[in-house]
Each structure stands twice: as C-alpha cells, then as structure tokens.
C-alpha cells in the first residue's frame, strides 16, 4: 500500500513559477516509478510527468515539456514537479501518481493521491 499526499498548489499568475510536492508513505518507495497527472473541469484527464523508479529518465507531455521538470528523492521518499513559465491552460487538478509498472500517458500506475489544485490567471 502506498499512500501518496500533494502539497504546493495555489494561485499564480501566468509566467509564474509553482513547486508540486508529493510525499509517499511506502517502505519499498524506491521500487516505483512515479508521475503526474492533471484534470482541468470538463476535460479529460492529462499526462503531465513522470520519472522511473531510480530516477534516471524521465518522460513529459506535449504540452508540458520544456517548461516542467520531475524530480524525485529516494531518501526522503519525495516527488517534485517544478512548474515554470505557467500558463492559464496549465489550471487543473494535479495528482501524484505512483506505479509499480510505470506511470506514463497509458500507464495509469498503482496508486493516487488526492491531488492539489493549480489555478493560473491570465
């Protein structure tokens, strides 16, 4: 079981910078690979991010890319999504995702936080 808790979402204004925090609660932390994924209101859900278990790639969507970095701490059990150059479209519901398998743009992974929201205004 592993249970996963967002942190750093706010308001920003659009050119701004955010910092996501995810905090894992699992022994085995460092044998998932984790992510990130958004849902704006009445769109479908989004891949944002996501890293493999040891850190050592990394893969972002279309719409993120260049403008995002994942991270992650296997010592401190942490993911991060740093966010800059924000834009309004980027105003969504992002949840941390961890999964045993891989996490990716059809790779769902294992478990969900209960996400943090992210609000950009033009």
């Known amino acids: 079981q592993v249970q996963l808790v967002e942190s750093g979402g706010g308001l920003v204004q659009a050119g701004g910078s955010l910092r996501l925090s995810c905090a894992a609660s699992?022994?085995?932390?460092?044998?998932?690979?984790m992510g990130w994924f958004r849902q704006a209101p009445g769109k479908e859900r989004e891949f944002v991010a996501s890293i493999t278990s040891n850190g050592g790639n990394s893969l972002y969507g279309s719409s993120v890319k260049g403008r995002f970095t994942i991270s992650r701490d296997n010592v401190a059990n942490m993911v991060y999504l740093q966010m800059n150059s924000l834009k309004p479209e980027d105003t969504a519901v992002y949840y941390c995702?961890?999964?045993?398998?891989?996490?990716?743009?059809?790779?769902?992974?294992?478990?969900w936080g209960q996400g943090t929201q992210v609000t950009v205004s033009s």
């Open positions: 699992a022994r085995s932390f460092s044998e998932y690979a």
């Open positions: 995702v961890a999964g045993f398998y891989g996490v990716g743009p059809s790779e769902l992974g294992d478990y």
